[in-house]
T-cell receptor, first 113, second 115 residues
């Protein structure tokens, strides 16, 4: 059975802090790992990682994948109150076509002013 | 990013009736669409994976006769909640991917309330 574990489940920081969010996974026929940010309704896409060791960056956010150790991290530097959200990771894989996209429980990040 | 439109955004129905939710990819062709259910303060629970032209693959514990999924074209998938009960009240959200090697884009979700 596929597993996705995110940690911490909840995190409260002050503006300007740097945070690291973790995602470990066990997925059959792993293809890629996706990170999303969910504020109110629909999750918005952040990163898709397919190769180990290659960091992807977008502004203050960055992410990297380790396919050997089966985990990924999402870093946010100089956090702002607008970063408050649930961050979700989703490995893509699955027994049949490899198209299954399952989500972890998410990390609830709260950034206080 | 690409646009996925989900309709309706909110629906209230009586117990025993059926409700259809549509998910459309507006500016791309989606080979795969996903249907999720989300409980308050919980993550997205995958209900089924739908590939165009073939039957949906349901997750363990999801009743395929209750949650009917049709992926009739590369731009449209529908979820029909049949004989709805109050316990089916939830937030349902779809997503769509062009291919297995691209990101998935989400619809805005449907808040279903069964009274």
């Amino acid at each position: 059975e596929d597993k996705v574990v995110q940690s911490p489940l909840s995190l409260v920081v002050h503006e300007g802090d740097t945070v690291t969010l973790n995602c470990s996974y066990e997925v059959t026929n792993f293809r890629s790992l996706l990170w999303y940010k969910q504020e109110k309704k629909a999750p918005t896409f952040l990163f898709m990682l397919t190769s180990s060791g290659i960091e992807k960056k977008s502004g203050r956010l960055s992410s990297i994948l380790d396919k050997k150790e089966l985990f990924s991290i999402l870093n946010i530097t100089a956090t702002q109150t607008g970063d408050s959200a649930i961050y979700l990771c989703a490995p893509s894989g699955g027994e049949t076509s490899g198209s299954r996209l399952t989500f972890g429980e998410g990390t609830q990040l709260t950034v206080n002013p | 990013g690409a646009v996925v439109s989900q309709h309706p955004s909110r629906v209230i129905c009586k117990s025993g009736t059926s409700v259809k939710i549509e998910c459309r990819s507006l500016d791309f062709q989606a080979t795969t669409m996903f249907w999720y259910r989300q409980f308050p303060k919980k993550s997205l629970m995958l209900m089924a994976t739908s590939n165009e032209g073939s039957k949906a693959t349901y997750e363990q514990g999801v009743e395929k006769d209750k949650f009917l999924i049709n992926h009739a074209s590369l731009t449209l998938s529908t979820l029909t909640v049949t004989s709805a009960h109050p316990e089916d009240s939830s937030f349902y959200i779809c997503s769509a991917r062009r291919t297995l090697n691209t990101e998935a884009f989400f619809g805005q979700g449907t808040r279903l309330t069964v009274v």
